[in-house]
């Protein structure tokens, strides 16, 4: 029962159903719920990374340049 619970609630909508209450069967509607869904944040922290990775690859990039332009530099000294 759990295992259902816990996908019913990951795939559809979170719901609050206090401790001392039966857990409805998959039939019957459940009144109390959660307006939000729980994979939202997750979404929103990929969505960052995707956002910052650009800017880490290109760091990293013109580090690496610097790097090059300096051992060019100091051999041709």
């Known amino acids: 029962m759990r295992d259902y619970t816990d996908n019913m609630c990951w795939i559809k ?3 609050y159903i206090p ?5 409805p069967n998959k039939d019957e509607d459940i009144e109390t719920e ?3 869904y729980q994979w939202v944040p ?3 922290i ?7 990775l650009p ?4 760091a990293l990039y013109f ?3 610097q790097n090059s332009v300096y051992r ?3 051999s041709a000294a």
């Not at 990929?46 to 910052?52: C, D, I, K, R, S």
């Open 55 to 58: 800017y880490m690859v290109s």
């Open 63 to 65: 580090l690496q340049l």
């Open 13 to 15: 909508n979170t719901y």
């Open 42 to 44: 997750i979404v929103l």
């Open 46 to 52: 990929v969505q960052a990374l995707l956002f910052y």
């Open 34 to 36: 959660i307006n939000y």
């Open 72 to 74: 060019v530099r100091e």
């Open 19 to 23: 401790m001392d209450e039966v857990i």
